[in-house]
């Protein structure tokens, strides 16, 4: 019965790995083909490695400074959040008022609530105050619509960290925040590196919210600048191949150089 078992399971993730791994793979060979080639045959193999359609989406997406502004906008909107929702958490799981489960409480709800269900009103009061076209307001979004979710998993690692560590560290004389940083924050590690990836993976390859934000060519993310190639009647699908290619590179080479520390991250908070 165990080795039917495990036998149904290896299947199982075999099967996973194929459905995962195919439309990478489709991506990647459409990436070599003209775009006749891929729309009368996109599952056939190019006839040879050509670089052309990579120098055109270069060139066309305005690589460099498209991924400086995704790469802004991630770092700044990423730190925001785990220093604010590790903060606010804290201070939740300390303080033991019942204002601070109703706030808890309410967070935990909004979760649920779908983007585009406060879309249109962001978009009318932002633009109201004419606060569009902005990275730096695009962050401030970022840090609000990550904090419920950041709040929730540092919750609860927080309160299994023994409050007679911090008591200890109030008597040699630190003061709230420094024990926050110096006896807390530390311990935090684990579960920051989960929301770490959560957040860059969300932010980096998010298109919707950007492009409600961000009006102005010189101001697109990576996302964005593959609308370059969406013309009025076609679409330029092989150098559109080439751009979402290198749109996804960055992260994933990030990924492989560092996916020790972030299984290990992911294993420990899990464990927590």
Same mark, same amino acid.
């Given at each position: 019965?165990?080795?039917?078992?495990?036998?149904?399971?290896? !299947?199982?993730?075999?099967? $996973?790995?194929?459905?995962? %791994? =195919? /439309? +990478?793979?489709?991506?990647? *060979?459409?990436?070599?083909?003209?775009?006749?080639?891929?729309?009368?045959?996109?599952?056939?193999?190019?006839?040879?490695?050509?670089?052309?359609?990579?120098?055109?989406?270069?060139?066309?997406?305005?690589?460099?400074?498209?991924?400086?502004?995704?790469?802004?906008?991630?770092?700044?909107?990423?730190?925001?959040?785990?220093?604010?929702?590790?903060?606010?958490?804290?201070?939740?799981?300390?303080?033991?008022?019942?204002?601070?489960? !109703?706030?808890?409480?309410? $967070?935990?709800?909004?979760? %649920? =609530? /779908? +983007?585009?269900?406060?879309? *249109?009103?962001?978009?009318?009061?932002?633009?109201?105050?004419?606060?569009?076209?902005?990275?730096?307001?695009?962050?401030?979004?970022?840090?609000?619509?990550?904090?419920?979710?950041?709040?929730?998993?540092?919750?609860?690692?927080?309160?299994?960290?023994?409050?007679?560590?911090?008591?200890?560290?109030?008597?040699?004389?630190?003061?709230?925040?420094?024990?926050?940083?110096?006896?807390?924050?530390?311990?935090?590690?684990?579960?920051? !590196?989960?929301?770490?990836? $959560?957040?860059?993976?969300? %932010?980096?390859?998010?298109?919707?919210?950007?492009?409600?934000?961000?009006?102005?060519?010189?101001?697109?993310?990576?996302?964005?600048?593959?609308?370059?190639?969406?013309?009025?009647?076609?679409?330029?699908?092989?150098?559109?191949?080439?751009?979402?290619?290198?749109?996804?590179?960055?992260?994933?080479?990030?990924?492989?150089?560092?996916?020790?520390?972030?299984?290990?991250?992911?294993?420990?908070?899990?464990?927590?």
């Amino acid at each position: 019965m165990k080795k039917k078992y495990g036998i149904g399971k290896y !299947i199982l993730t075999v099967v $996973l790995l194929i459905l995962f %791994i =195919v /439309p +990478f793979y489709l991506m990647v *060979i459409n990436s070599f083909k003209t775009t006749q080639q891929f729309v009368d045959s996109p599952f056939s193999l190019p006839n040879g490695i050509d670089f052309k359609n990579y120098v055109d989406a270069f060139k066309k997406m305005n690589f460099m400074g498209a991924f400086t502004n995704s790469l802004i906008i991630m770092v700044v909107s990423v730190i925001l959040i785990i220093f604010s929702s590790s903060m606010a958490a804290y201070f939740l799981v300390r303080h033991k008022w019942k204002i601070n489960k !109703i706030i808890f409480a309410i $967070l935990v709800a909004s979760m %649920i =609530v /779908p +983007f585009q269900a406060v879309m *249109i009103p962001l978009v009318s009061i932002y633009g109201n105050l004419d606060l569009m076209n902005s990275k730096w307001v695009l962050m401030f979004m970022y840090m609000g619509f990550g904090q419920a979710f950041a709040i929730f998993i540092f919750h609860g690692f927080i309160k299994n960290i023994p409050l007679e560590m911090e008591e200890a560290a109030l008597i040699d004389g630190c003061n709230k925040m420094q024990s926050f940083f110096r006896i807390v924050f530390p311990l935090l590690k684990p579960v920051i !590196i989960t929301v770490l990836i $959560l957040d860059v993976l969300w %932010i980096w390859n998010d298109y919707l919210l950007p492009s409600l934000v961000l009006l102005s060519p010189a101001e697109r993310t990576l996302p964005l600048s593959t609308y370059n190639f969406f013309n009025s009647y076609s679409v330029d699908f092989a150098p559109l191949m080439a751009g979402i290619v290198l749109t996804i590179l960055p992260v994933l080479i990030v990924y492989l150089f560092c996916q020790k520390h972030i299984v290990k991250g992911v294993v420990q908070g899990a464990i927590k």
